[in-house]
């Protein structure tokens, strides 16, 4: 089994291929199946392109958060490598996207208070790997819809408190127990991407 250093002995290259190829997809029909459905199909083959692009930008987006929340899931840790690699996928999305100054405004308003509290805590209470993914996807979700970074926090959070409660009445975690945030807010800022985009 092959594993690659940036997979932090969580998956092998194999199970990484399969999990992007599974985002991919799902990515693409979120976007697909509203407009087969008789959603608002782009008019001038401009739109289309644009929309082409953009679909394209968020499989770029999703692919590496996925990864990262896998690892997140199984070590408990966020590498910076794959937030990064989101982020330059979301700066090239700020060319095509409907709110740009919302966007960058939603990263630094969500994101500076987590990063503070990270750092303060020294990752007591949020982890600093948690906090760059918070503004990463506040700015990726700002990008599409005026208030799609506050949406995303409350379905991250609201989907992370969920699994945590689950799995404590489960009795396989304490609740004073570490859990990974990554997994929840990844999925929260998908879900409320494939809803507003």
Known sequence: MAY???????MTNRQAAALSLGVALMTI???????????SAPDALG??????????????????????SWIDARRHVLLKNWTHL???????AL??????IAAIVSAIAIG????AVSALSRGRLIGMGDAR????????????????AVIMLVAGFGLHALAVLV????????????????????LGSWLVWALMA
């Open 4 to 10: 690659h250093p940036l997979l932090y002995n969580s």
């Open 133 to 148: 993914l918070l503004v990463v996807l506040a700015g990726w979700n700002g990008l599409w819809a005026p208030w799609g």
């Open 167 to 186: 799995l404590a009445l489960r009795r396989r975690v304490r609740l004073r127990d570490r859990h990974p945030l990554g997994p929840a807010l990844v």
């Open 86 to 92: 989101a982020a330059v996928a979301w700066l090239v």
């Open 29 to 39: 029909l979120a976007v697909v199946v509203p407009v087969a459905a008789g959603g």
């Open 112 to 115: 500076a208070p987590f990063v």
């Open 47 to 68: 739109s289309w392109l644009t929309g082409v692009f953009a679909t394209g930008c968020a499989v770029a987006f999703y692919i590496p958060l996925a990864i990262n």
């Open 95 to 100: 060319t095509v996207g409907d709110h740009r």
